[in-house]
């Protein structure tokens, strides 16, 4: 089995927050990350598919096509958003790297399943701060 | 819902690689210039996976100041600015990266509940790393006992 990586990069802005907390305890949970004006990252997307080679082309699949669904699927969706404000699966889900990699997952999982086995998604929010989803309920 | 959280950090070192079972000359052999007497450092870079539940109230698997604290208490302090052939984990074990690595992983795993340890890499230079997913030799089981 080949694993196959394709980066992508975007920037967004989010703030953490949870509506049934009071203030203190957001702001104790959270720390800055609850500053309500928001912040923003460089986010690095790695999208990761499972498969073998095809006998003929040697591709497990075609890069071009999977940089053309990561772009319709998030990138178009995502670049140069809130993710809190104006992306739909946030409106009542916090915008953790946990919670945009499985949200990743479910934008592209869809899209890849004709041609691809989705094995992972890795969202780095800072290059040493990052979470992935495989998957896994 | 499971997920992974990763985190990198860094220390710096120095170690000499060298096995007193050795002779001088098999020493030279193995690990050449890491064998020289007075030793050398690097910058490491540990990358630390953990994998959970995403908690609904807090989107999160483990609390990020929660597994710096634990990072920082078990490997930053013990290791960063230190000479590791002087720590007790490598008393009879030469600090190869990968004993190293191995070291790391044995130290963390019992102190990220409820997350658990899925990886540590260690990177001992941009051009070479390591990766560890247990605590016990292969071969070996959880209590290091040789398995058929």
């Known amino acids: ?137 | 819902m499971k997920a992974y959280f990763g985190r990198r950090y860094i220390f710096s070192a120095s170690h000499r690689l060298h096995a007193d079972s050795l002779s001088p000359a098999q020493n030279r052999a193995a690990y050449g210039k890491c064998n020289n007497p007075h030793g050398h450092g690097h910058n490491y870079v540990v990358e630390v996976l953990v994998r959970g539940e995403v908690a609904t109230e807090t989107g999160m698997v483990v609390n990020l100041v929660d597994l710096d604290r634990v990072v920082r208490k078990q490997v930053l302090d013990r290791f960063d600015h230190t000479n590791l052939n002087h720590d007790p984990l490598f008393t009879a074990v030469v600090p190869t990266t990968e004993n190293l690595c191995r070291s790391v992983y044995r130290l963390l795993k019992d102190h990220l509940h409820p997350a658990e340890l899925e990886y540590v890499r260690v990177e001992e230079t941009e051009n070479n790393f390591f990766q560890c997913f247990d605590d016990h030799p292969a071969g070996a089981n959880a209590e290091g006992q040789r398995v058929s």
């Not at chain 1, 990586?5 to 009071?22: C, M, V």
């Not at chain 1, 591709?59 to 940089?67: A, H, R, T």
């Not at chain 1, 699927?73 to 499985?102: C, G, Q, Y």
């Open chain 1, 1 to 137: 089995m080949i694993l196959l990586t394709r980066r992508a990069t975007f920037s967004a802005s989010h703030y953490y927050w949870n509506d049934g907390w009071s203030e203190e305890k957001n702001q104790r949970v959270f720390g800055r990350c609850a500053n309500r004006n928001g912040h923003g990252h460089n986010y690095t997307l790695e999208v990761t598919v499972a498969g073998e080679p095809d006998p003929v082309t040697g591709f497990v699949i075609d890069l071009k096509w999977l940089k053309d669904v990561i772009e319709e699927k998030i990138m178009s969706a995502w670049d140069h958003r809130h993710f809190n404000l104006e992306v739909p699966e946030f409106a009542a889900t916090i915008p953790t790297s946990e919670n945009i990699a499985i949200a990743a997952w479910r934008r592209l999982e869809p899209a890849l399943a004709a041609g691809a086995r989705l094995a992972a998604v890795r969202v780095y929010e800072t290059p040493e701060i990052f979470a992935e989803y495989r998957g896994e309920s």
